[in-house]
């Protein structure tokens, strides 16, 4: 490989001035670079000329070339990035920075290499660096390309390439190193090939990775793929024959491609297990087709054609013209019974498209100058990066939210960037992209941050029904979207990140703002649930009245605690919070304060017994609603009188009403007419699997439907995983109450793990 090589490369699209340009970035390279040679023995020089050549294929401007061949200097000489501002300009030295190690922590490596002009200075060798400052080192070099990249895209193409020429040298490293190189590849730099649009690099790092992964099962797919594509050579070549024929009888000037899915592609469809030849004969695109075409127009029309003659498969025909990909990926797919009744997958695209399928972003560069001055609908250039755009500036929003830790920074891009990723639609018709898995919650915080905290759930617009209205779904907070939905996010402005919420978000993102939210808020949060909590369970445990006198029996019961569960605590407050963080079990605080509730429950007692007896004397006539029952509207019912309480309304089948039967001055037939009760008690029933934070939604939800808990019960049963729920129901005497119970039973059938809310009839 020789300069004359790339120029002769280069010079199919680019200039002459252009060309000299190239040929002085060389000249300093060979020179920065004199009698240094790489660890397989050729010299230095011969690497950044290989990785000008790749990028020369993919069409990258005079700029990226000359930052290709310049990409090591600063790296690995002495020379500065002044120089090469000096001698080629900002862009040039702008690309070779970003593509540059970050050595804040090793130093620039030591060389006896010259400047132009000067004599070899020798330098000090770096430090050795421990496995944790080497992968620290690796996330911050990662981070700085990735921002680099949102200054000037070409710097992550050039470190994919230079990515490629190392992978393609991995030879004359050590185990070691090649176990390192082959992981980061496989988790960054492929994923980001992919994402990028570059197929045909993603493709050839896949496949090197797999080579230095799995050598055995690598050479078994070699071997076994060709004899594969052996034997259905007959029938590729007639394929090919009859689509060249067809295309010539529509008049369609087009290219007639067969080509063949790389290893790792083949590797990926087989699974995990010991493949066989015979699983490679059931893989019917092993090879597929590909016509090239010159206009979106002719693409359709072939595609007509092609379906004339040969019968398509029900759901795999895809238009990827109309919609492309999020990387800027056009092309018509379909799958088709071809003679002998057998399949074949065609791709019909354009030669632009074509470009734009095997370099994604890489070839905005070369297209956008040849285009600029057409005016072809949709150009995939544009598309790409108008895409590209998009998501440069997701990560400068990252970069400004996420932790400046480097490794958290890396592994947040690597889980929400490189994964594969899914569309969705807002009402409004705009496409989000989230990776894979994500919920409610990702979609929410995507759009904004004060729609995520306060996301309570989301509607899925579905298909219109038989009237032509669109038919809507409810789905909860861990609901895992599917490509192609229509998410409506529900706000409500009551509901609030709780720590729950962190294993239903999928992304980074999402994460990281939760735990902002938590950080800032979360002491409030605890410290209302753990009142909350200890209200209820002292509520379920009859004691009443005491509410001005909690916080000072906390207080005691720390201090007379010689168990420790609560001396830990510095004060009542921290007790409360730690209830409502689930550190604290409130059956363990009430362990501690029964005690103390029994004494002072004497002294509320006697000062409440002046009053208990003017309202007994007040008793007679008030008609209250049976706890026992608790009847609502419609329920068929009767009233029961008892001294000094006055007459309480029961269910006609309730069990203490038959007690009564004999006793007919006792029982008297009501009708809902005749009573005004303000409130209505109905208990409840919930099954669900347990887990941590269970009680705690449901009591939000019942919360966020202005309705008070009255009692509540849980149990469990460990074995299982089994939580059962119960709690009465308090709610306001309105018109329409047994609808409005049914809502609020509709809300805690969302909630995560339950399988079961119903209305628990009680006639004890």
Not at 445 to 472: E, P, S
């Amino acid at each position: 490989m020789t300069i004359e090589d790339l120029l002769t490369e280069a010079r199919q699209y680019l200039s002459e001035s252009d060309l000299e340009r190239i040929r002085c970035a060389y000249e300093l390279a060979k020179e920065a670079h004199k009698g240094v040679v790489r660890k397989s023995g050729e010299p230095y020089i011969q690497h950044p000329l290989e990785v000008a050549l790749l990028l020369a294929g993919m069409r990258i401007d005079a700029e990226g070339i000359m930052a290709a061949l310049l990409h090591d200097v600063v790296e690995d000489t002495d020379a500065s990035l002044e120089e090469l501002r000096e001698q080629f300009g900002s862009q040039v030295a702008s690309i070779v920075d970003g593509v540059t190690k970050f050595d804040a922590l090793a130093g620039k490596p030591g060389n006896t290499s010259p400047q132009l002009g000067k004599e070899p200075i020798p330098v000090e060798p770096p430090p050795t660096l421990s496995v944790v400052d080497k992968r620290r080192q690796r996330s911050e070099t990662v981070r700085k390309m990735l921002l680099a990249m949102a200054e000037d895209p070409r710097v992550v193409v050039l470190k994919l390439a230079d990515r490629v020429h190392n992978m393609r040298t991995l030879a004359a490293m050590t185990p070691a190193q090649q176990q390192n190189k082959t992981r980061e590849t496989s988790e960054i730099y492929a994923p980001l090939a992919r994402r990028l649009g570059m197929m045909q690099v993603q493709a050839e790092l896949e496949d090197l990775v797999l080579c230095y992964q799995d050598p055995e099962r690598y050479a078994w797919l070699k071997r076994e793929v060709e004899e594969e594509v052996q034997r259905r050579e007959p029938f590729i070549t007639e394929v090919c024959r009859i689509l060249n024929g067809e295309m010539k009888r529509a008049g369609i000037h087009a290219e007639i491609q067969a080509w063949r899915k790389h290893l790792a592609s083949i590797n990926r469809k087989l699974g995990y297990g010991q493949p066989t030849a015979g699983d490679l004969g059931r893989i019917h695109d092993l090879v597929s087709f590909r016509i090239l075409v010159d206009t979106d127009n002719e693409c359709y029309l072939a595609l007509g054609h092609i379906h004339a003659l040969w019968r398509p498969k029900d759901g795999r025909i895809k238009d990827f013209i109309a919609t492309p990909k999020l990387n800027g990926y056009q092309s018509l797919h379909t799958t088709v019974f071809c003679f002998d009744n057998r399949l074949a997958e065609i791709q019909i695209r354009t030669h632009d498209m074509q470009r734009t399928a095997e370099y994604g972003i890489a070839s905005y560069w070369y297209l956008k100058d040849r285009m600029v001055s057409e005016e072809p609908s949709p150009n995939s250039w544009k598309l790409s990066y108008k895409e590209m755009v998009a998501w440069i500036e997701q990560l400068r929003q990252w970069q400004r939210e996420l932790p400046q830790s480097a490794d958290e920074f890396v592994e947040a891009v690597k889980g929400d960037i490189f994964q594969e990723q899914i569309f969705v639609f807002t009402p409004k018709g705009e496409v989000k992209d989230l990776p894979r898995g994500s919920t409610p919650l990702d979609m929410a915080y995507r759009i904004h941050t004060d729609i995520g905290d306060h996301c309570a759930g989301a509607r899925i617009i579905t298909n219109m029904d038989d009237t032509g209205r669109l038919v809507t779904r409810l789905v909860p907070l861990d609901y895992e979207l599917k490509g192609g939905e229509i998410v409506d996010i529900m706000v409500n402005r009551t509901v609030h990140p709780t720590r729950d919420w962190l294993s239903f978000a999928r992304t980074a993102a999402a994460r990281n703002k939760i735990r902002r939210y938590l950080k800032t808020y979360e002491r409030e949060i605890n410290l209302q649930l753990g009142k909350e909590r200890l209200d209820l369970a002292l509520k379920t445990d009859g004691s009443v009245g005491l509410n001005e006198h909690v916080e000072e029996l906390l207080v005691k019961a720390r201090e007379e605690d010689k168990s420790g569960d609560l001396r830990k605590y510095a004060s009542y407050e921290d007790i409360y919070i730690a209830i409502g963080r689930e550190d604290l079990h409130v059956e363990e605080v009430m362990k501690h304060l029964m005690p103390l509730v029994r004494q002072i429950g004497m002294l509320v007692q006697s000062e409440n017994a002046e009053q208990k007896s003017e309202n007994d004397n007040e008793g007679m006539g008030v008609v209250k609603l049976a706890q026992c029952c608790c009847p609502l509207p419609g329920d068929e019912i009767v009233g029961m009188l008892s001294p000094n309480e006055g007459m309480f309304v029961h269910r006609r089948d309730c069990l203490r009403v038959s007690r009564q039967r004999e006793n007919a001055r006792a029982v008297i037939d009501l009708n809902w007419l005749q009573i005004e009760p303000e409130t209505y008690l109905s208990p409840v029933t919930i099954v669900a699997h347990d887990r941590s934070g269970l009680l705690r939604d449901v009591a939000a939800v019942v919360a966020d439907a202005g309705v008070n808990m009255t009692t509540v019960t849980s149990t469990t049963n460990p074995s299982v995983h089994k939580a059962v729920i119960t709690a009465t129901l308090e709610v306001a005497a309105t018109e329409g109450v047994l609808d409005q119970i049914e809502r609020i039973l509709r809300r805690l059938r969302q909630v995560k793990n339950v399988v079961s809310v119903e209305r628990a009839i009680n006639t004890r």
